[in-house]
């Protein structure tokens, strides 16, 4: 009877954790997820940044180039 018992309980415990390790595992998911999609929209950004600094340096080059040519 005591070993069928403590088996029991073994068994519930095992449950329990089971159950925590998931809710556990559930927010950390949560929080990689958030975390990769703030990256990702902070690195989207920066691209445009950079790519509309890097069109307003060719553009100024383009018409130095220009100017230097029709000299």
């Given at each position: 009877?005591?070993?069928g018992k403590h088996n029991h309980k073994l068994q519930i415990h095992?449950?329990?954790h089971k159950e925590i390790l998931e809710i556990e595992l559930d927010i950390s998911?949560?929080?990689i997820?958030?975390?990769l999609d703030?990256?990702?929209k902070d690195i989207l950004n920066k691209k445009e940044i950079a790519l509309n600094s890097l069109d307003t340096?060719?553009?100024s080059?383009?018409?130095e180039i220009e100017d230097k040519l029709s000299i």
């Open positions: 009877m005591f070993v095992k449950k329990i998911q949560k929080y997820d958030n975390l703030k990256l990702t340096v060719t553009q080059l383009c018409t």
